[in-house]
Nanobody
């Protein structure tokens, strides 16, 4: 069982930056694929970024086209934490951001592949 707690959300002006954190409790954090998703009011939850498991400290990362080049996902297994650095924020990035864990370690874009979810953290971007 894995419990995930997001933090770092808040209000920022367009063009600004935020760093989201997701702290995990439970065993075997290093073996999980970890993803970030977001959901804006009236919209479906969507994929943002994912980072895979790795036995060699070389991780696979994937990003939605809408955030590529602006967002960076990273993980520190010793801290049981995954991060999402968000730069050059736009009004369309405003949403509740969720982290999720996939025990298979692959890391995919598919919501249904993730067994564990955090409660979310709100990101507001003002223009």
């Amino acid at each position: 069982q894995v419990q995930l707690v997001e933090s770092g959300g808040g209000s920022v002006q367009a063009g600004g930056s935020l760093r989201l954190s997701c702290a995990a409790s439970g065993r075997d954090f290093s073996s999980y694929g970890l993803g970030w998703f977001r959901q804006a009011p009236g919209k479906e939850r969507e994929f943002v970024a994912v980072i895979s498991y790795s036995a060699s400290n070389t991780y696979y990362a994937d990003y939605a086209e809408s955030v590529k080049g602006r967002f960076t996902i990273s993980r520190i297994n010793a801290k049981n934490t995954v991060y999402l650095q968000m730069n050059s924020l736009k009004s369309e990035d405003a949403a509740v951001y969720y982290c999720a864990a996939d025990h298979r370690g692959v890391g995919t874009r598919e919501i249904l592949d993730y067994e564990y979810w955090g409660q979310g953290t709100q990101v507001t971007v003002s223009s």
